[in-house]
């Protein structure tokens, strides 16, 4: 006859094993979201979804996706991994704050670059508000991270999708999911709390509907 005692412990040890599990299954999901949406691809996405809508010539949006891909791809992250080689950062993820200010101010630069690169080739005035826009966020969270880690996460997915809805008004509304997957992603791995990643949010659509309204397209 099987000891009852035993019976118990063997249901709370699978039980445990199922919750393990479960856990391990969340974080690797939770990852993966962090890893697919982040800035970086994001923001090049963009570029290359409204390069595609605003260009007029097969040429002019080869150049023009070219730009963004090297302006919100390739330098950024050249920018990320050269302080990281140099031990400026710790980690990839910018996971102390005094190390962010760093990689923001270079941020700031590579993006007034691209806005100033952009209105001096005359490109869709779409993509000029865009850039401008990535600036002022990232100005913005230059500033408030010497006193507050915010999400960069959250405002380089929360961007795009201001701009889409603003741009092709419901057309994106099936993938807005995304949204708050990306920033329960940041907060189950404790990369951010609810507070930080709202505020990074925020400040992408605020700063989005600004230069939107400084270009005239709202």
């Known amino acids: 006859m099987r000891d009852p005692a035993n019976a118990r412990e063997s249901k709370v040890s699978s039980g445990t094993v199922v919750l393990l599990r479960e856990h391990r299954a969340a974080v690797e999901f939770a990852r993966a979201l962090s890893t697919i949406f982040n800035p970086f691809l994001s923001a090049a996405a963009l570029f290359v979804i409204v390069s595609h809508a605003y260009s007029t010539s097969r040429l002019e949006f ?35 704050r005094p190390e962010r200010q760093r990689v923001f101010a270079a941020f700031v630069i590579i993006y007034l670059c691209a ?23 990232a100005l913005l969270t230059m500033v408030i991270t010497r006193w507050w880690k915010i999400s960069t996460h959250a405002f380089g997915i929360a961007g795009p999708f201001t701009v889409m809805f603003l741009l092709f008004d419901k057309e994106p509304l099936p993938y807005v999911i995304i949204v708050p997957l990306v920033c329960w992603a940041r907060v189950y791995l404790r990369s951010h709390t609810p507070a930080q990643v709202v505020t990074g949010a925020a400040i992408a659509v605020l700063s989005t509907f600004i230069f939107f309204k400084l270009f005239h397209l709202v």
């Open 115 to 137: 806005a100033i690169s952009l209105t001096a080739l005359h490109a869709p005035v779409q993509l000029v508000a865009i850039t401008w826009g990535y600036w002022g966020t």
């Open 62 to 96: 080869w150049k023009l996706s070219a730009v963004g891909l090297f302006f919100f791809t390739i330098a950024p992250l050249a920018c990320v991994l050269y302080l990281y080689v140099t031990g400026r950062i710790s980690d990839f993820d910018m996971s102390e």
